[in-house]
């Protein structure tokens, strides 16, 4: 999975995130997640827009060679490549964890299916 380098600042309230690599795409969120999350659909679109036109993608600059100046954090954003198209897995699960799942699932009115994919969206973004 490609990432690109971001650099995230701001405050509670209002967060924004920047690509060193992409000038002029950028996200913005009320909490760290919701910025990071809009990061990734920023990015995402960037990528089908640019495909769309025949334009090249730019390639990611590696981590460790992006400057971070004062006041920003810097994270890397994985460009998960949406297909559209739905895959079964059948998955066996520890009742504990499943039970957690379920339980998540439904605080945030989400289907087991839409919560399992979010969180390995989140742990992606995360870098894990």
Same mark, same amino acid.
Request: glycine share 10%; hydrophobic share 45%; net charge negative.
């Given at each position: 999975?490609?990432?690109? %380098? @971001?650099? #995230? ?10 690509? %060193?690599?992409? /000038?002029g795409i950028a996200a913005m969120?009320?909490?760290? !997640? ?9 990015? $995402?679109?960037?990528? #089908?827009? @640019? ?7 730019? @390639? %990611?600059?590696? #981590?460790?060679?992006? !400057?971070? /100046? %004062? *006041? ?5 954003? /994985?460009? #998960? ?6 895959? $079964? ?9 499943? @039970?957690?799942? !379920?339980?998540?699932?439904?605080? $945030? *009115? &989400?289907?087991?299916t839409a919560y399992v994919e979010? &969180? ?7 870098? *894990?």
């Amino acid at each position: 999975m490609t990432r690109y %380098p @971001a650099l #995230i600042d701001g405050e509670e309230g209002a967060y924004g995130v920047i690509f %060193p690599d992409l /000038p002029g795409i950028a996200a913005m969120g009320k909490t760290l !997640d919701e910025a990071l999350v809009n990061a990734e659909e920023a990015l $995402r679109d960037y990528v #089908i827009e @640019a495909e769309k036109h025949y334009e090249e993608v730019v @390639a %990611p600059t590696a #981590i460790e060679n992006v !400057d971070t /100046p %004062p *006041g920003c954090a810097l994270v890397s954003i /994985p460009m #998960i490549r949406l297909s559209g198209r739905s895959v $079964r897995a059948n998955l066996s699960l520890d009742e504990g964890v499943a @039970a957690f799942i !379920d339980g998540e699932a439904a605080r $945030r *009115g &989400m289907t087991r299916t839409a919560y399992v994919e979010w &969180m390995a969206r989140r742990v992606a973004q995360m870098g *894990g």
